[in-house]
């Protein structure tokens, strides 16, 4: 099939031509098409995925689809993710001997070269390579940054158009100048005179992900989805972002970015770090329940920062569209996203509905009773008493355009970014860590940021959703594009500059829970009632305590009128023996991950935490 387009190949500049050219001489693919980001364009490869049975139209919901994988391609796989250097020391820490490492996987790129151009020899035969331009952040701002993908995938290009900036107008910006090149296979090439009915072609067996930082490179092969194929996401905006950040002075961060605004008037802008399902796409894009306070979004999943003329750290979202995990969102949780997901809007392993729309756990109380539900196996009259399992996968996602958020910030694609007041870490812990504390200092921040720790979860196909504890230093642990010390060691250098301003750092845990298991905090737009005191930390009010821990609200400070009985002293409440454990268990996680390499600053907070515990009751 033929898709419109108007760019055509030799009107590319020479560098993109040679880079689009070499890599259609090794894959082999039938036909190479340019996109150009057009409607037109778009609403033909929706046509082409909806005839091979790849996507779904839904009635329901005003251009929207519904796309389901098949069983094996369903999450990112972290265990066939690999950063390439020359030198292993410069991508992973060394673990104790014996001991394999948590943080990153390293391949020699001489080896890895090998592989993947064995891999890509014709791979694309009998399909079409589509040429993305696209641009992570807005275009013009300081950090924007341009990228080259070539895929076999069409599902990939029109997931890509919501994602980033995509299409001709981005190859006019390019220019002669520098790109990130990309290049990604499903794996599964066409016989000659075989037809192209897969409703998912993949490669499971055979999945690499691969980051060349040196040469600004991305390799994807065997899976199509979008955690492991949209290479602009965390490919491209976290390890090859990370790199160029340690490079030029900037932080590359798993972060939302939130405009929050005081009934007083008062606007600050957060940026918070949580790993996957902790929340933070709900907090990103919350409804707060005290009156007066207005939120909006700037970004979801992903901050690029930097230090202005004045001193300010600065932040944008490069990102153009959300990838966020459908299961669990409704509209309790997240009525901003209910109602930007309503329409335009790619879904992948959700249920469908007899009526054309979609269906996930969560949204029992937002469905007919007479409607009927295919679950996202094609398990036609879907129920939850039938023990067939889910009826959407875990992991099921939206792909959706950022503008369509109701509650967007005005500057969200602001090129000079906005200014970031706090910045907070969080995770699962259902016990020891309260519900917020206040660093008290940069490094002390810092040091906050390496010891999270939370429950393992659907995101990442190795752990297959079972309740594990994990560390998660600056839930960048899948993506870290670099040695993390080395990375801890530039967070450290941004404090040396003259003339910085920088902002509070805090940690939150909204899932502390009580002897019989249920949650103590309610969450989702309450969260704001801890945000609240945030921003009052930030004005230097005198509404914290301090504890070996860190500073925590005065009791009566958060309000929490309106919400019932709260038992707040638990959700504060931590043990000198508590403590304890938790700082044994993070030195033996360094001493397997990190022996010997922790930075001095980093060993310094470590023992002014220990002095700070001894001294406890």
Request: hydrophobic residues 40%; neutral net charge.
């Amino acid at each position: 099939m033929s898709f419109p387009s108007n760019v055509p190949l030799d009107s590319l500049q020479s560098s993109v031509r040679q880079f689009v050219l070499e890599h259609a001489a090794r894959c082999k693919p039938a036909k190479i098409h340019v996109c150009d980001g057009s409607e037109e364009e778009n609403q033909s490869l929706v046509t082409f995925l909806i005839q091979k049975g790849s996507l779904v139209k839904l009635s329901k919901h005003e251009n929207s689809y519904l796309a389901r994988t098949k069983k094996a391609d369903v999450a990112r796989v972290e265990k066939r993710t690999f950063i390439c250097t020359e030198k292993k020391e410069d991508t992973v820490t060394e673990p104790r001997p014996g001991v394999k490492s948590k943080l990153g996987h390293w391949k020699d790129v001489a080896e890895m070269d090998a592989d993947l151009n064995a891999k890509f020899t014709g791979s694309m035969a009998g399909r079409t390579m589509y040429v993305l331009p696209f641009c992570m952040g807005p275009i013009g701002a300081p950090l924007a940054k341009i990228g080259i993908q070539l895929t076999d995938s069409a599902y990939v290009v029109c997931c890509m158009r919501i994602m980033t900036r995509m299409g001709a107008h981005v190859l006019k910006v390019l220019g002669d100048g520098p790109f990130i090149k990309c290049v990604h296979s499903v794996g599964q090439p066409l016989k000659p005179g075989e037809k192209d009915d897969d409703f998912w072609p993949c490669n499971p067996d055979n999945i690499t992900i691969a980051h060349f930082p040196q040469r600004n490179e991305i390799k994807s092969y065997g899976s199509g989805y979008g955690g492991n194929s949209l290479l602009g996401k965390k490919c491209f905006a976290l390890r090859i972002a990370s790199t160029l950040a340690q490079k030029e002075g900037w932080l590359a961060e798993h972060m939302l970015i939130l405009g929050l605004t005081s009934p007083e008037g008062k606007k600050k802008y957060i940026a918070a770090a949580f790993p996957s399902q902790c929340g933070k796409t709900n907090l990103a894009m919350i409804t707060p329940s005290l009156p007066g306070w207005k939120a909006e979004l700037v970004g979801d999943d992903i901050a690029w920062m930097w230090f202005d003329k004045d001193g300010r750290l600065r932040a944008i979202n490069p990102e153009y569209g959300l990838f966020g995990v459908a299961t669990g969102t409704n509209m309790q949780s997240n009525p901003n996203a209910m109602v930007t997901v309503n329409a335009d809007t790619i879904y992948t392993n959700v249920a469908l509905t007899s009526d054309g729309g979609v269906f996930w756990e969560g949204l029992e109380k937002e469905i007919a009773k007479d409607v009927k539900i295919t679950s996202w196996l094609d398990q036609e009259n879907w129920s939850a008493d039938a023990g067939i399992g889910p009826a959407a996968h875990p992991n099921s996602r939206f792909c959706t355009p950022t503008r369509r958020c109701p509650n967007l910030d005005p500057k969200w694609e602001d090129p000079e970014g906005v200014p970031i007041d706090a910045i907070l870490f969080g995770g699962r812990r259902p016990k020891t860590i309260p519900l917020v504390y206040e660093t008290f200092s940069w490094q002390h921040g810092v040091f906050a940021g390496l010891c999270m720790r939370s429950e393992a979860t659907a995101a990442a196909a190795d752990h297959k959703g079972k309740k594990i504890l994990l560390n998660d230093p600056f839930a960048m642990r899948p993506f870290f594009g670099y040695n993390m010390c080395k990375y801890m060691e530039h967070w450290h250098e941004l404090e040396q500059r003259p003339g910085v301003k920088l902002p509070k750092i805090f940690h939150v845990n909204w899932f502390r829970v009580n002897p019989e298991g249920h949650f103590i905090w309610p969450g989702f737009g309450e969260n704001c009632r801890v945000l609240d005191w945030v921003c009052r930390r930030c004005d230097g009010e005198d509404v914290g305590t301090e504890t070996a821990l860190g500073i925590i609200p005065k009791p009566g400070v958060i309000n929490v009128e309106g919400l019932g009985p709260i038992d707040m002293e638990h959700l504060f409440d931590f043990s000198k023996a508590e403590l304890t454990q938790e700082v044994e268990e993070m030195e033996a996680y360094f001493a397997e991950q990190l022996p010997g390499q922790l930075p001095p600053f980093i060993l310094t907070q470590l023992q002014a935490l220990k002095d700070r515990i001894a001294k406890m009751p």
